[in-house]
Structures are given as structure tokens and as C-alpha cells.
């Protein structure tokens, strides 16, 4: 019965064990390659992937002694690959100064810590909005003459007969904005 690629036998177990070249070179060209490609795919630059591999092939050496041959050597050395990926992966995040939110939220500041601009309260913001929907609603909704004497007010041009309807068309328009439609 022959044994699959990744298994080693006997023989060849304890030539690794006794740190033969040979069958250490053989397990490393063997196994280097699909290392790699796990370590990019798991989204490495070329420098880290090669770093970690070269990690997990010291570890394998320093391990040997208890590589007891019961799994296979890929089994050994991707299981060794994980862990130097969980070490690499908290290492990253310790040296990471800190969340991309933070510069967002620390931009909001001046040096002595006193908001740039006063933040908007969210729920009055979009209260304001529909309110001013509401009201630009109820202005397109007015009679062409109200609407007119109405934009006219608004931009503080005004005659006494204007000023009456202006009043009119404010009272129209506060009804609306109240009751959803202009009331005539």
C-alpha cells in the first residue's frame, strides 16, 4: 500500500528527526510552495509570506522532537502556519495605533479638545428637513397670486395692499404644514 504525497514513512520520519539535510531540504521543498500560497491567500504582502514560512520551517526544527509522526507533515507544518498567523495577525493589530474611526473622530476637535463645529443633533436635522419639505409643499399648493406675494414677503419686498395677503398666505401655510394640505 502506498502512502499518500503528504505522509511520511518510517524511514524518512526518523531521518527528520535526526535532522538529516537531505530529508529536511526535501520536506522543505515539498512543502514551502503551498505554504506560500496559503500565507498570500490569506492576504500577505510577498515579504510577510515569505517571513512566515520561513517562521514555520524554524518551528518545525525547534518542534521536531515531538513530531510524533501519528499526522501527516503538511498537517504538522499548516498547523504551525495557523498559529503564526493568529501571532502575526494580534501582533499587527498591538502595533496598529489605533481604529481609522478614531482620526475621524479626533479631526472633530481643536488642540484644546473644544468641538470645531457643534455637532448636529440628528434627530432635529432631519425633523427641520421634513419640516421644510412640508412648507415648500404647502407653498407650491397656494393660489399663483398667494405664492407670489408670499416669495415676495420672504424676500422682505412688501407693500402695505402685499403685506395683508402675505399674511394670508402665512396663515394658508402654517395650516397646511399642520393639516398636510391647504385648506380652501
Excluded at 63 to 89: C, M, P
Aim: charged share 30%.
Amino acid at each position: 500500500m502506498s502512502q499518500p504525497p503528504s505522509a511520511i514513512d518510517p524511514d524518512q520520519l526518523a531521518r527528520v528527526q535526526r535532522r538529516d539535510p537531505d530529508a529536511l531540504r526535501q520536506v522543505a521543498e515539498d512543502r514551502a510552495r503551498p505554504l506560500y500560497r496559503a500565507t498570500r491567500g490569506m492576504g500577505f504582502s510577498q515579504v510577510d509570506a515569505e517571513d512566515l514560512v520561513q517562521d514555520v520551517f524554524a518551528t518545525f526544527m525547534t518542534s521536531l522532537d515531538r513530531f510524533e509522526g501519528r499526522s501527516s507533515v503538511n498537517t504538522w507544518v499548516f498547523g504551525i502556519l495557523y498559529r503564526k498567523v493568529q501571532e502575526r495577525r494580534r501582533a499587527q493589530s498591538r502595533e496598529a495605533p489605533h481604529d481609522p474611526i478614531d482620526e475621524v473622530f479626533e479631526s472633530q476637535f481643536d488642540a484644546r479638545g473644544s468641538w470645531i463645529t457643534t455637532p448636529v443633533d440628528v434627530e432635529r436635522h432631519v425633523s427641520s428637513t421634513q419640516l421644510g419639505q412640508a412648507i415648500r409643499d404647502c407653498v407650491d399648493r397656494l393660489p399663483d397670486g398667494l405664492r407670489e406675494v408670499f416669495e415676495l414677503g420672504r424676500c422682505r419686498i412688501s407693500t402695505p395692499p402685499r403685506s395683508v395677503r402675505f399674511s394670508a398666505g402665512r396663515s394658508l401655510i402654517l395650516e397646511c404644514s399642520c393639516i398636510g394640505r391647504v385648506p380652501y
